[in-house]
């Protein structure tokens, strides 16, 4: 598929909280909850070098992504995807910012930073809506 939605696209860009599921050594899987953003092609996870999700995704690339409506939890977007692509430097510290304006009003707290902030990019690989009772595929 490779471009993800329309619908999970506007999910994305609002202020609506993800579920970010990775794979552990052992093969389990563990979900955050994040901030998510997209663009036309990709989803988008801003984290740190040192979290274990992003130790995670450079062993294993395969993800899940679980963005719910914070209006209506009923309707949401299943996403399965492959992070294809990892961003450095000032492009991943100015997208945190974006984040936080988005979530907070207010630019990243950059004290909370511990490590260099990274940009992961998604690409959808199969997506699933919920629209209240309604499954889209």
């Known amino acids: 598929m ?6 999970v696209l506007a999910l994305a860009r609002g202020a609506n909280f993800a579920s970010f599921t990775t794979m552990l050594p052992g093969g389990r899987p563990v979900a955050s909850l994040m901030w998510i953003d997209a663009e036309p092609d990709w989803l988008l996870i801003n984290t740190e070098r040192h979290r274990m999700k992003y130790r995670n995704v450079c062993r294993n690339p395969d993800v ?6 914070g209006d209506d939890m009923g309707h949401y977007a299943s996403v399965q995807g492959r ?6 430097g000032a492009e991943a510290r100015a997208h945190i910012d974006r984040l936080a304006q988005k979530y907070l009003g207010t630019d990243f707290d ?10 992961l990019r998604v690409r959808p690989l199969h997506q699933r809506l919920r629209d209240s009772s309604v499954v889209i595929e």
Do not use: C, F, K, M
């Open 2 to 7: 490779g471009v993800v939605d329309d619908e």
């Open 64 to 69: 899940h992504v679980l963005i719910l409506d």
């Open 83 to 88: 992070v294809e692509d990892h961003i450095w």
């Open 110 to 119: 950059p004290s909370r930073i511990v490590s260099e902030r990274v940009l």
